[in-house]
């Protein structure tokens, strides 16, 4: 050698069954070095969230990143003596320091919805030739995280193995023009100022409008056109026309009161707050450019967090993706509850955009979300790319965000794609079908009808997606409660915790959240615990056997979130 170190790193990474011969051997001068690697159980699904952690454990990405500090822990060591032939001679160590374990982080990911939402938008990608692809999943009541992806996605459990661009969270990372899926923003700026209703009549130009010695186009060559369908049909001269009427200011605050241009800080650090420069730094024309999506960059996560305040009667809420997370001494680090931001449109602003949406899809451009016997309710965007300084003719950010059902959304969806092919382009054609097979798979979930039962629709069978295989790869229980506030007497069952988004029952008022009681007499405690933190509730345990035999309240009782249901065990009847 020709370094004179201490040592010298032969290989790294090493499998214990190859190592294990070597071992034996007893090589002489040569030490071999055991280190614990951090498993990821569901190996790609949720490698973008999580992040992975590198050769000496420590976080890169995601939340292995932020929560680094709490989730490594802290070696142990002893110090032993060792004959001159290498063999141990004192049977405890003379000095020492037990181990700590790491912290835990719980998150609202919903396993389930969330190998769902990756697998619909890799088939997106690859069916449309897409470069890439990238969805969310909020509950809009709360603003919970219960999916988020991008495709092609990586292994966190061999990281080094898959390229750069793979790891990233696109879905925070990457800001883009979004087309007109920001026109809810013109629209909703127009209601607040009370200038439009939905049936103010604006004149379209025939499809084609000069302005400032530049030229807008729409898809249809039409004269008049009401206000909601302007929405409806994606008309690029009606909206423009609207936010040139409404004014710069009442546009720009509308974008501010959704959230665009500023993190939203569901990743500190990790996030990109897209571009919304002010008023004063706007050119002529710029006003009915930035109602179209142009001149103006956002995340599909403010996106979703926009159509979220659409969906719940115009709240603007704080996302959150860490249910809980508690240091290695269990100190509780974080807590995840629900955030109102600020009030961003009028309840009746935030109804009337509802309805809008909701024949989006049923007349307009988002007929490929539609989902017999459902109200999805969504918006398309088309939106040119910015190559080397000019729009592109032939690469496009192709979007649709939705929600369901209309009237009362649980649950709100964004796909993205990047550069489809050339005549696939359309957000229509591309985006909504796999916002409408993620919706469709969902509601074909075992539990989905126990926790929204009120959205079945009557009379009508389930939604049916022949072309979508349901069949997940392996079962899922997504950890995302510590159990902490469960107590269990006389019973060694470890407690299981595990929460779905939670349902708003159609007299709570805004933010007051219920749920059903669900029947789980003559169910192992296991599976009972797994159901009941489903659903966000509390238990306590009385008895040491297995199987429960009695609840306390009764089958389809409601209970507000976070409520105590005491399980009394015994023989199986």
């Not at 439009?196 to 379209?204: G, H």
């Not at 026309?241 to 501010?256: D, F, P, T, V, W």
């Amino acid at each position: 050698f020709k370094n004179k170190r201490k040592y010298y790193i032969i290989r790294e990474n090493i499998p214990l069954s190859v190592a294990s011969d070597m071992i034996k051997e007893n090589f002489h001068g040569i030490r071999f070095e055991k280190k614990l690697s951090r498993v990821y159980p569901y190996e790609d699904t949720g490698g973008q969230v999580l992040g992975y952690v590198d050769w000496d454990n420590r976080g890169a990405t995601g939340i292995e990143k932020i929560f680094d500090e709490s989730l490594r822990g802290e070696k142990g060591w002893e110090q032993v003596q060792y004959d001159r032939k290498g063999r141990r001679v004192s049977a405890s160590g003379l000095n020492g320091q037990a181990k700590k374990d790491g912290g835990n982080v719980f998150l609202t990911i919903d396993v389930d919805y969330q190998a769902i939402l990756e697998e619909e938008i890799q088939k997106a990608v690859l069916e449309n030739g897409a470069h890439h692809g990238m969805g969310i999943l909020v509950n809009p009541n709360t603003g919970e995280i219960l999916g988020m992806a991008s495709w092609p996605n990586f292994n966190p459990n061999n990281a080094t193995a898959f390229p750069v661009e793979n790891r990233k969270n696109r879905v925070i990372s990457d800001s883009f023009e979004p087309g007109s899926v920001y026109k809810i923003v013109a629209a909703a700026a127009a209601l607040e100022t009370g200038i439009f209703n939905r049936q103010s009549l604006i004149y379209c130009e025939g499809g084609k409008w000069e302005l400032l010695g530049r030229t807008i186009h729409d898809t249809k060559d039409s004269e008049w056109m009401s206000f909601e369908d302007v929405i409806i049909h994606s008309s690029n001269i009606g909206i423009g026309k609207i936010a040139r009427q409404e004014g710069n200011e009442a546009l720009y605050q509308m974008s501010k009161n959704l959230g665009f241009g500023e993190q939203t800080g569901l990743f500190p650090g990790l996030e990109v707050q897209g571009k919304l420069s002010p008023v004063s730094e706007w050119e002529k024309i710029s006003s009915s450019q930035v109602a179209m999506g142009h001149y103006v960059t956002t995340t599909l996560l403010q996106l979703a967090m926009a159509y979220s305040a659409i969906a719940n009667n115009g709240l603007l809420l704080q996302p959150f993706i860490v249910r809980s997370a508690y240091s290695p001494d269990r100190e509780l680090l974080v807590s995840g509850e629900i955030e109102v931001i600020r009030r961003a449109m009028s309840e009746s602003t935030a109804s009337t955009l509802r309805d809008i949406l909701e024949k989006t899809v049923t007349e307009g451009t988002g007929r490929n979300a539609y989902i017999p016997g459902y109200r999805v309710a969504g918006k398309t965007g088309t939106a040119q790319k910015v190559i080397d300084g000019t729009y592109s003719q032939r690469q496009y950010v192709s979007s649709f965000i939705g929600f369901f059902p209309a009237n009362k959304p649980v649950l709100v969806c964004g796909i993205t794609l990047d550069s489809p092919d050339y005549g696939k382009h359309w957000g229509g054609t591309c985006a909504a079908p796999a916002v409408r097979h993620v919706f469709t798979r969902i509601i074909n979930t075992t539990d989905f009808n126990n926790l929204y039962d009120w959205v079945q629709p009557e009379e009508k069978p389930i939604a049916k997606n022949p072309s979508t295989d349901y069949s997940l790869p392996y079962q899922f229980s997504a950890s995302l409660g510590t159990g902490e506030k469960n107590s269990q007497k006389n019973s060694g069952t470890a407690p299981v915790s595990s929460v779905r988004s939670i349902t708003q029952m159609e007299s709570s008022s805004d933010m007051e959240i219920l749920v059903r009681v669900p029947d789980i007499r003559n169910m192992s405690i296991k599976n009972a615990q797994h159901i009941l933190s489903k659903l966000s509730l509390n238990y306590e345990i009385k008895g040491s056997d297995k199987i429960i035999v009695d609840q306390d309240p009764l089958p389809g009782e409601s209970l507000a979130r976070g409520s105590v249901c005491l399980l009394i065990t015994g023989k199986k009847k």
